[in-house]
């Protein structure tokens, strides 16, 4: 016999107060990781080969609105993925309450300022040709 | 605080070294790894936004042999944590959960990522021939 509370079984949150929530996010970044990896993987070998990564090719190469837009997903479902990823590292390994909460703080503000960049590096290319 | 004279489990040192934990835990040092790749990958989209001179800059520093061992690793990282994360998602959904089938899927990762591995750096070097 449970002697959870009705309400606290219908939310499903358990002590964690965020359910399987993280564990979801995992796991739905990494299904999306799999095409998005692979295509970020072949096409850097194939620009690595054809242009030798000279700075006209590979700008256009990322300013092709496919390549932008895939290249945009790529970039932010990573930096959600690895945040999620360093989490349960950070939670595993790291005991003392204060460096805990530190550790998570630093990884969260690390992941976003990674993501903010890599999405502005990408827009700026792929608007470059249409504005300046 | 914990107490100490309670008995503890094994620690990690105790056991006989097995296929199984060896891949768990690279399935987690790859994943650190890759985390770690997002900032030359983030530099190296800032650099080809900025310009054909930092761009240049970025692309030799990646040429440098410092620069080659990283790109090894971190693209043996990516197959092995690709491939492995895809068995883990595979074991999300229930199957391949006996222990035959754990070595032999645990085994199948470790050769599809060293050759995976080893076809992108032909590829690159141009030892395959095909694209010309």
Redesign the interface.
């Known amino acids: 016999m449970s002697r959870r509370t009705p309400l606290g079984r219908a939310l499903g949150l358990g002590s964690a107060k965020e359910g399987v929530q993280h564990w979801w996010s995992q796991?739905t970044s990494?299904?999306a990781?799999?095409p998005l990896?692979?295509w970020f993987?072949v096409s850097l070998?194939?620009l690595?080969?054809?242009g030798g990564?000279d700075?006209?090719a590979?700008?256009a190469w990322?300013a092709s609105p496919v390549h932008a837009v895939l290249l945009l997903l790529l970039?932010a479902t990573?930096?959600h993925h690895?945040r999620l990823?360093?989490q349960v590292?950070v939670e595993d390994y790291v005991h003392l309450e204060w460096a805990k909460v530190a550790s998570l703080l630093l990884s969260t503000f690390v992941?976003f300022l990674?993501a903010a960049?890599?999405l502005?590096?990408?827009l700026?290319?792929a608007f470059a040709g249409a504005g300046a | 605080m914990a107490n100490h004279t309670r008995p503890l489990s094994p620690h990690l040192q105790v056991y006989r070294w097995q296929l199984t934990m060896v891949l768990s835990i690279t399935h987690r040092a790859t994943g650190l790894v890759l985390s770690a790749a997002l900032v030359p990958l983030v530099g190296w989209l800032l650099a080809a936004a900025t310009g054909p001179e930092a761009f240049a800059t970025a692309n030799a520093i990646l040429a440098s042999v410092p620069g080659q061992l990283m790109l090894a690793a971190v693209s043996f990282a990516f197959y092995y944590h690709l491939c492995n994360g895809i068995r883990h998602l595979v074991w999300d959904a229930g199957w391949w959960l006996d222990i035959p089938e754990v070595y032999a899927s645990g085994w199948s990762v470790v050769a599809a990522a060293i050759v995976l591995t080893v076809l992108t750096w032909a590829a690159i070097w141009g030892l395959l021939g095909g694209a010309s």
């Open positions: 796991r990494a299904v990781l799999i990896g692979l993987a070998v194939l690595a080969t054809d990564l700075h006209a590979v700008t990322i970039v990573a930096c690895s990823g360093v590292v992941h990674l960049a890599g502005y590096a990408i700026r290319i």
